[in-house]
């Protein structure tokens, strides 16, 4: 398109005798964000249970065939804390000799938390974590069903749940 630049002194009146130099540089195109690209984009799997439920997610079935799968507590400001459950961090890299792909079980309080799942070669820290190679596809089932998307930019898929108070009798 066409375009028109305006430049005013200081007081707002026409500038007549000065001389300007514009640089211009090009922006490349930014493609909008997948779901599940980044933690702002998770793909919502819902109320996943109460304090008491235990919990069950898994990769089995994935096109990706060897996965990696951690679940983060978010706070308030969506700081990440990875999740312990019976003493030992909720992350999986193998679920048994006979896959690749990961499973988890654990029970949790009250929250909002994160299933961070990417392929092999994630790195899982208590408050982050650093994908691996970019663009599979991966299979996340849960008490919601079985959800698909793609391993984003930063190689990881993002999915969102909760887990709410256990009911009072």
């Given at each position: 398109?066409?375009?028109f630049i305006s430049v005013e002194d200081f007081e707002g009146g026409p500038v007549t005798t000065a001389r300007y130099s514009l640089n211009l540089t090009e922006v490349?195109?930014?493609?909008?964000?997948e779901p599940g690209e980044t933690q702002a984009t998770a793909i919502s799997l819902g109320i996943l249970g109460d304090e008491a439920s235990v919990i069950t997610l898994d990769t089995f079935g994935s096109a990706t065939a060897d996965t990696e799968l951690a679940v983060y507590a978010v706070?308030?400001?969506?700081?990440?804390?990875?999740?312990q459950s019976d003493g030992a961090f909720v992350?999986?890299?193998?679920?048994?000799?006979?896959t690749l792909q990961s499973a988890v079980s654990f029970t949790a309080p009250e929250?909002?938390?994160?299933?961070?799942?990417g392929e092999w070669d994630t790195t899982h820290f208590t408050d982050?974590?650093?994908g691996g190679p970019v663009g599979g596809e991966i299979t996340l089932n849960s008490a919601a069903g079985a959800t698909t998307g793609?391993?984003?930019a930063d190689g990881l898929l993002w999915y969102s749940f909760a887990v709410?108070?256990?009911?009072s009798s």
């Open positions: 398109g066409q375009y490349g195109f930014v493609a909008p964000t706070d308030g400001n969506g700081a990440l804390s990875i999740l992350l999986n890299d193998d679920a048994n000799d006979a929250g909002n938390y994160v299933a961070v799942v982050s974590v650093i793609t391993i984003g709410v108070p256990e009911p």
